[in-house]
Nanobody, 122 residues
Framework: QVQLVESGGGLVQAGGSLRLSCAAS????????RGWFRQAPGKEREFVAN????????YYANSVKGRFTISRDNAKNTVYLQMNSLKPEDTSVYYC???????????????WGQGTQVTVSS
């Protein structure tokens, strides 16, 4: 079993920045991929970014490319999402997840955190 705990959400004005963290514990996940997804009220959960733990390869949704950066700290078993130039449409609950494959499909993920709210005011 893997436990994921997100932190770092909050309220920020448009154009501002936030950094989300996702700490993992439990079963070893060094061979897995770690991703960030988000879900706004009434919408499907959507892919934001992910990182392959073994080599640090990353992939981003077009909507966040150039504004968000995903990174990892191997020693802390933690993944981060640095979000810059935030827009009101980025408002969502953000979830981190672990998958055995490098995937953008939320249904391919095996473990999920509890989510953290990000609200961007205009």
């Amino acid at each position: 079993q893997v436990q994921l705990v997100e932190s770092g959400g909050g309220l920020v004005q448009a154009g501002g920045s936030l950094r989300l963290s996702c700490a993992a514990s439990g079963r070893a996940t060094s061979s897995y991929a770690r991703g960030w997804f988000r879900q706004a009220p009434g919408k499907e959960r959507e892919f934001v970014a992910n990182i392959r733990w073994s080599d640090g390869s990353t992939y981003y949704a077009n909507s966040v490319k150039g504004r968000f950066t995903i990174s990892r700290d191997n020693a802390k078993n933690t993944v981060y999402l640095q979000m810059n130039s935030l827009k009101p449409e980025d408002t969502s609950v953000y979830y981190c997840a672990v998958a055995k494959i490098f995937t953008t499909n939320p249904y391919d993920n095996d473990y999920w955190g509890q989510g953290t709210q990000v609200t961007v005011s205009s």
